[in-house]
């Protein structure tokens, strides 16, 4: 079973920044997607931003140019570093690890962007 804990919400105001990390507690799978994924209140959960071992880093529109998805593969850690935050990205924010045929997910952390 992996476990994901995730750190790094909190509150900021709007042009802030903050970096979310996700330690996995293993990773034996050749290949995966990893990434972290946002729900805001009444509002579906959305894909934040991906990476796969066999292909680039995917950002959403709403994100690109202002977050950036990063791994310490040694040490298991995903980051997503956010800058010029809005309150639009209000949501508590979900890591995700899929190797083939099941997805894991952590428990969340509240990001909340206001002034």
């Known amino acids: 079973q992996v476990q994901l804990v995730e750190s790094g919400g909190g509150l900021v105001q709007p042009g802030g920044s903050l970096r979310l990390s996700c330690e996995h507690s293993?990773?034996?799978?050749?290949?995966?997607?990893m990434g972290w994924y946002r729900q805001a209140p009444g509002k579906e959960r959305e894909v934040v931003a991906t990476l796969d071992t066999r292909g680039p880093i995917y950002y959403a529109d709403s994100v690109k140019g202002r977050f950036t998805l990063s791994g310490e593969r040694g040490r298991r850690v995903l980051y997503l570093q956010m800058t010029d935050l809005k309150p639009e990205d209000t949501a508590i924010y979900y890591c995700a690890f899929n190797p083939p045929g099941v997805v894991y997910w952590g428990q969340g952390t509240q990001v909340t962007v206001s002034s």
């Open positions: 293993e990773n034996n799978f050749r290949f995966y997607t």
